[in-house]
Structure formats: C-alpha cells, structure tokens
C-alpha cells in the first residue's frame, strides 16, 4: 500500500521546474556555507507553505535547490517572486545571492536511493540551463514556460520582458525571458512600501524627463527645479546683441543707397558716422519706404549747393518722417532693440517648473519648499501622487515610493497608474506589477474591488466601510519575522 501511494517511476510530467542556485557557495569556508544552506531553506521553506505537499517535489541541489511544481504552472510564478523578494532583503545572511531560472518541460518521477521521490528529465534540465544565464536576484524563464504562462491572462503577460536567445555549452540555444516585478531595476514590494514604517527616509524617484512644450523666451532651464527663476534681465541679454548685428547690416545697405541717389556719398557718411544710433534706425525706415517711389528725385536738387545746404535739405525729411513714427526714439538710457526686446519678453505671473504632479505644474516656489522638505532635488517630470496614503510614481506607472502624506498637490487621477485589475487604492487603479507587490507583501489573492489605504496609521480597509480588514506595517514587520 505504501508503494502504490507513492508516484510510479514510469510516470511522466509536464511540469514547471525551478532551479535556485546560491551564488558563489563553493567559494565559502564550510562553517559558513551551512549557515548560509540553513537560512536558504528557511525562505524557500517559508515560499512553499502555500503550496500542497502534493502538488511539488524539492530536491536539494547542494548549492540550491531544483522545485517541481506537479499543479498549477503559475504557481512556480508566484512562489519565486517572494522567494526573490525575501532574498533581496535578506539581512541576517547579506552574503546570501541566488540566481533562479524556471521552465516548462517533461519530467520522469522516480525514486533516489534513499526511497524518496525525484525527478528527470529535460524540464530539470533545461531549467538549469536557463538559471546559468540569470544574474543575482534575477528570474529568467524558458520560452516554453512564457508561452504557457503570458496565455493565461493579460496581466501574466505584462510580467515578462524577451531578453534574447543564449546558447549553453551544449550549443543549445534558449530564448529567455526576464520576470520584471516593476521592471528589472526597481525594488521587490517589501523594500518599495517599506517606508510606510520609517517615511522620513523616503526614496525619491528616477525620472525620464520629459520635455514640456513652452514658448522660447519663457521656457526654463533643467537646473530650475533646483534654482529661481531667472530674472527678467536675463533672457534678453543675447537677443539685442542678434537684433545690433543685423540692423547694422541693413544700415549700411540703406546708406549705401542713399549715398548713390544723393550724389554726395562722402559727406553723408561723414554725417552720419557722427550721428547717434537712434536717427541711424530712423534713416533706414525712410529709405525702405521712399526709395521705390522716388528713384530718381536728387536730379531736381541745384546743383549750386553748398555741400552744408545738401546736407540740410537730406536731414529735413528725416525730421519730418520722425512725427508718424509708431512710438518716438527711446531716451539714450534705453537702446530701442533692448526695449523692443522688452515688450516682447512676458514673465509669467507665478514662475513654474518642469515638475506635474497629478497632471498639474508645479510653480518654482512649490518645488522648492518640496526639495526643502526632503533636502532632495526633484528632477523634471511628470508624477502622480497619493495625498491620503503618500505613494507616488511616474505617470502611467506603478508606486515606487512613499513620502509624507497631505501635499497640497490636488487628489490622484483614477489613471495614474494606468491601472488594468480591477482593483483601487484610494481612487486609483492599480496596474499588475503593483497588484504583484501587494499579493506578495500580504501573501494572499486579492480580489477586484476599491480599497482605501490611510498612510498614516498602515491600515488599509474595503472603500465605504472604516473597520480596517489588513496593516501594511504589519504585514512588513511579520514578513520580516518568518525570516
């Protein structure tokens, strides 16, 4: 009876396999290496109580540990995320690193020698395969597992970035394919909503900044988050210079052709040299405007002038043309290119930022009382924030920190995050990275619906009723005591 409860040696399995490996074991003194096997089958004993004894078989490696799961494929999913999680923040045994690879293939169930069951197969093998390629704290899977898997939802698909094919010493070639919780440079739950516990050491984003369309002469620098904003003296420092080059040579051109129509080149030079700036500008306007409608009208002068006389008869329209002008010469004090220059140059009302939060731009002075607070610089972007529960993330992005609760931001869209579940935190739709993190740090399935979560006290409930059902600060501190 006992042999017939035990799995024939002829069955066969279409499984998922995990294959965990701790880094660098064989390099430790033996006294180390069995603390360091004795806290790994503690996580990995602590990952698999939610699994039936029935549906999985573990064989111990030495350096690791290969884990058939007999059930459901995207159990193995679930298990090596918190696996990964408890490994990433493992602070009893820092020195202990794991690389973890998972595929989907046949397997034998056979028994060892010692009458226990195992397992073989090319599922065992290729998973050992796809770990070699993983790097610490990284779950790479087969193509085969993904194809299975990214099919049983949309959601589960989400979870996997194609990273390339690798060819194994056997020249085999695999396609791998990375569990990205968060994507692959961002932190398992745990370390994300850890703040919750110690808020004032908040971790402030890493932004892809993304230009915002403003006009040119308003537009601020990327250092402005962090400094004033410049005075209004600034901008306008280069353009008259521009406007000095080419209004000199349209000046010369308009003098040239007045020299050729006047007859008296030399003296009107000389003449004007000797003139101030402002009659120059006033010239040229003339000249554009009466030198087609009158080609030809410096034959009609006597030629008995003195040169005096011609320059007095020259200088009078020039007098006469000054009264329509549309605005009279500047005073000396201020050149007419930097007043133009002026009049164009509109200084907002309320300096603003490249910072929007909650779809909303930040003014320079709320940024800077924001970077006083946390004596940390905000670079550009767009980000969402939570006043009543304190995350925040970039726009269209899952939560990657928690700050203090209360900025006066305005409330957080219902799309900030791009949500896609079912499932609201305090008016906001989660996405499923994020919805990967909670199930993790709660270890349980949570169910579509809308959620409130106070940022002050940890304690989260269902929306419309204030009797909290859950404490987010103490599913980290009893998370952090089964280690």
Partial sequence: MENAAQPPNTRTFMCAVVFIDIIEYSKKPVARQLVIKQRFNTIVGKGLENVPTADRIILDTGDGAALCFLGDPEDALFVTNSIRNDFATETEVPELKVRIGINLGPVKVMRDLNGNPNIVG???????????????????VSRSYYEVVSRLTQEYSQLFRFIGAREDKHVREHELY???VGG??????????????APQAAPQPQPQPQPQPTPARQAVPSSAAATPATPPSAPVSMPPAE???SNTG??????????????AGAWFISNQRSSAPEPEKVV??????????QPNSQPVTPAAKSPAKAREHVAAPKRQASGPAPAPAPAPSVPPQQQAQQQEYIPPAVPQSDVYVNGRQLSVQEL????????????????WYDPTSGLYGHWGREAIG?????????????????????IYINGRHINTVELTRWQALFRQVIQPGRYWLDGNTGNVGVEGNPTPTGNVRAAIQASRGHR
């Fill in 184 to 197: 692959a440079q961002e932190s398992p739950a745990e370390v994300i909503i850890a703040d919750l516990i």
């Fill in 402 to 422: 928690y700050i203090r609760t209360g900025h006066g931001y305005g409330p957080v869209p219902a799309n900030a995050s791009n949500g896609n579940t079912g």
């Fill in 368 to 383: 800077q009382q924001h970077q006083a607070i946390y004596n940390t610089p905000v670079q550009a972007g767009r980000y």
């Fill in 243 to 245: 406007t000095r080059r």
């Fill in 250 to 263: 349209l000046i010369i051109g308009a003098t040239a052709a007045i020299c050729l129509s006047i007859g």
């Fill in 178 to 180: 990375e569990v990205a």
């Fill in 284 to 293: 040229q306007k003339q000249e554009v405007t009466k030198e087609t409608p």
């Fill in 122 to 140: 090319d599922g065992i093998n290729v998973a050992q395969r796809v770990m070699s390629f993983a790097q610490t704290n990284q779950i790479l």
